[in-house]
C-alpha cells in the first residue's frame, strides 16, 4: 500500500487525521501563499491569496468525511481532484465519478503536512508563465519528497464543524426523503425525533 510504504520511507511521519471543519490550506514555508480556482481552465493553482475567510478565489477548503484517514478537499462546493493521468489538478463536480479521485489523506513530516490521493503526492509545480504575478501549478507526482518543501503544506483550522449536528441534519434528510410519502405516523414521529436530538 502506497500510504504505508511512505510512512516506511519518512522515518518520522505519521498519520494526520483532520477533525471536520473549514480549513485554509497554504504552503508551509510561504504562508500568504493559498490554492484557488483558475476559473477559464477549471484548474487549481497556488499563489498570494487574501487571508480574509470566503474572500478572493475561495482559498477556504472545507474539510468531510473524516472518520477516517481520507477526506475531501472543497473549493467554491466543488471537489478538488486528480482527473485520469492529467498531473494539474482539476475542480469535479462529482466525487463518485470514478475516473476522478477526490479521496485525499495527510500525512505528518516534519516540515510540514504531505497531501495524497491515488499514491500521488500534491506538490507545488513550475511558475505558470501567463501570470506576472507568481502563480504556480499543482502538480501531482508519485514519489514524495520529505526534504523538499514544495512538498510541504499548512491545514489551517479556521472553523470546527459540529459532527455530530451534521449526522442527525443527514439522518433526517434522509428520514423526509423516504418517508414522507403518505407514511402513517410521520409527522408526529418526525416531530419526536427532532424534539429528542435538538
Not at 57 to 67: E, P, W
Not at 75 to 100: H, T
Not at 162 to 169: E, Q
Not at 172 to 190: A, H, I, M, W
Request: net charge neutral; glycine share 8%.
Amino acid at each position: 500500500m502506497v500510504i504505508i510504504g511512505i510512512l516506511t520511507c519518512f522515518g518520522q511521519a505519521k498519520m494526520n487525521m483532520l477533525s471536520d471543519g473549514e480549513y485554509k490550506i497554504t504552503m508551509a514555508r510561504e504562508e500568504n501563499r493559498g490554492i484557488f480556482i483558475n476559473e477559464f481552465e477549471n484548474k487549481v493553482r497556488v499563489g498570494m491569496v487574501p487571508i480574509t475567510k470566503r474572500e478572493g478565489d475561495g482559498d477556504i477548503a472545507l474539510i468531510k468525511n473524516t472518520f477516517n484517514e481520507d477526506f475531501h478537499i472543497m473549493l467554491r462546493d466543488k471537489y478538488v481532484c486528480k482527473k485520469g493521468n492529467d498531473p494539474i489538478l482539476s475542480i469535479c463536480d462529482n466525487p463518485q465519478d470514478g475516473a476522478n479521485n477526490s479521496q485525499w489523506s495527510s500525512v505528518e513530516v516534519p516540515g510540514g503536512t504531505i497531501l495524497m490521493t491515488s499514491g500521488f503526492c500534491l506538490k507545488k509545480g513550475r511558475k505558470d508563465g501567463r501570470f506576472t504575478s507568481k502563480i504556480y501549478f499543482l502538480d501531482l507526482l508519485e514519489e514524495c519528497d520529505e526534504t523538499n518543501s514544495d512538498y510541504h503544506w499548512n491545514m489551517n483550522l479556521i472553523k470546527a464543524t459540529d459532527v455530530a449536528s451534521n449526522r442527525l441534519r443527514e439522518f433526517l434528510k434522509t428520514f423526509d426523503n423516504n418517508l414522507n410519502e403518505g407514511v402513517p405516523g410521520y409527522s408526529s414521529y418526525r416531530r419526536v425525533v427532532t424534539r429528542s436530538y435538538s
